[in-house]
Structure formats: structure tokens, C-alpha cells
């Protein structure tokens, strides 16, 4: 079997560089480029947290990957992990 490549990133940016865009910048590393987005329905699975919860996703986070699924023709969506 073909060993996953694995990614790591930390939360240390230059001055000017926000998070989101790190964040991006490492999907186009891993390959979302290379997926065929176009025209097809995309799902963002992500948990929307709950009342008190601090361990979810943040909006600004999911908004940036769905500009890359958008960039690239898909139609992107947030459909939710509930516990």
C-alpha cells in the first residue's frame, strides 16, 4: 500500500500573512488544484460547534476553502458533524 503524505503546519505566519491564507496555501501544497471541482456539488464536512463549545471550526476557515472549490468551477457547501 502507497504511504499517505501527511501535512503539518504551525500557527507561525509572517507579519502580513493571515491564517486563512496559510491555510490555503497549504491545500494548493496537498493538491486541491489537481481536483476536477468543476460543476459538481462539494461537501465541507465540519463540525458547527455548540453552545459554550470552543472546539469547532471557525466561519473564516471553511470561507477559505470554499473559495478554492469556487475558484476552480465547484459549488461548494457546509454540511455538519453533529455529536
Same mark, same amino acid.
Given at each position: 500500500? *502507497?504511504k499517505?503524505?501527511?501535512y503539518?503546519t504551525? @500557527?507561525?505566519?509572517?507579519v502580513g500573512t &493571515?491564517w486563512?491564507?496559510?491555510l490555503?496555501?497549504?491545500?494548493i501544497?496537498?493538491?486541491?488544484?489537481?481536483?476536477?471541482?468543476? *460543476?459538481?456539488?462539494?461537501?465541507?464536512k465540519?463540525? @458547527?460547534?455548540?453552545?459554550?463549545n470552543l &472546539?469547532?471550526?471557525?466561519?473564516n476557515?471553511?470561507k477559505?476553502i470554499?473559495?478554492?472549490?469556487k475558484e476552480?468551477?465547484g459549488l461548494?457547501f457546509?454540511?455538519?458533524?453533529?455529536?
Open positions: 500500500m *502507497k499517505a503524505k501527511v503539518f504551525d @500557527f507561525r505566519t509572517p &493571515s486563512t491564507a496559510k490555503q496555501r497549504l491545500c501544497a496537498a493538491g486541491i488544484k489537481d481536483i476536477d471541482f468543476d *460543476k459538481k456539488f462539494v461537501a465541507i465540519m463540525h @458547527f460547534g455548540e453552545l459554550g &472546539s469547532f471550526l471557525r466561519p476557515y471553511a477559505a470554499a473559495d478554492l472549490v476552480q468551477g461548494p457546509l454540511t455538519d458533524c453533529n455529536t
